[in-house]
Structures are given as C-alpha cells and as structure tokens.
C-alpha cells in the first residue's frame, strides 16, 4: 500500500475539512479535533458534495440531508443513507498527511 502526501497538518489548523482529488478520485479529508480520515468527496444518498457537514465523534453529518456517517468505517448510521462511503487509510507524520489508495 503506498501512502501519498496530499497535505500538510498546518492546512487543516483553522478548518476541519480539505477536498483532496488523488488518481481520479475525489477525497474529503477530515479533521476531528487531532485525528484525521479520508473518505469519499460525495454523500452515498443523493451523490452530493458532504463538504461543510459538522464533524463530531468521529462522524460527519451530510449538509444536505442530514444522513450521519462514521468516518472511520464509512457506515451510514442515519436516514437518508443506507450505503456506507468510502474510506481510506490515513498516516500523520510530523506536518504532512498522507492517504493510501488503491492497491498501488
Ligand atoms: S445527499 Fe447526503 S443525506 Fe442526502
């Protein structure tokens, strides 16, 4: 599995939430207080952007409809989702975030 660098720490100081496209796909790197998650960019509902929804305990509220996921495991854990998203593995190291991807 090979990690790619796509930010660094200091970007996401002042918000919690980064949009990220690496290989074509399209990535929500998340901040919840000093921990960070990658998940997909779009809600499993209707396909729109999750960007802007509020992170608490580790789960990120859809703005649009208000579907609740888990940013670890990307289970829906709220109507009007039922599929998960995606998630993708994260590393820290010093002041740069990296995602895994693929199988690469
Ligand atoms: S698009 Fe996210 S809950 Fe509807």
Do not use: W
């Not at 200091?10 to 207080?33: V, Y």
């Not at 940013?71 to 993708?88: R, V």
Request: charged residues 20%; contains cysteine.
């Amino acid at each position: 599995m090979i990690f790619h660098v796509v930010a660094a720490v200091s970007e996401l100081e002042s918000k919690t939430q980064l949009r990220i496209e690496l290989e074509g796909e399209e990535i929500l790197l998340c901040r919840d207080g000093d921990e960070y998650f990658a998940v997909s960019y779009y809600c499993s509902h209707e396909a729109l952007a999750l960007e802007g929804g509020s992170i608490v305990n580790r789960c990120i509220t859809c703005p649009y409809h208000g579907a609740e996921f888990n940013l670890t495991t990307g289970e829906a854990l709220s109507s009007p989702a039922f599929a998960p998203i995606k998630t993708f593995p994260v590393k820290v190291e010093d002041d740069l975030i990296a995602i895994a991807i693929g199988t690469k």
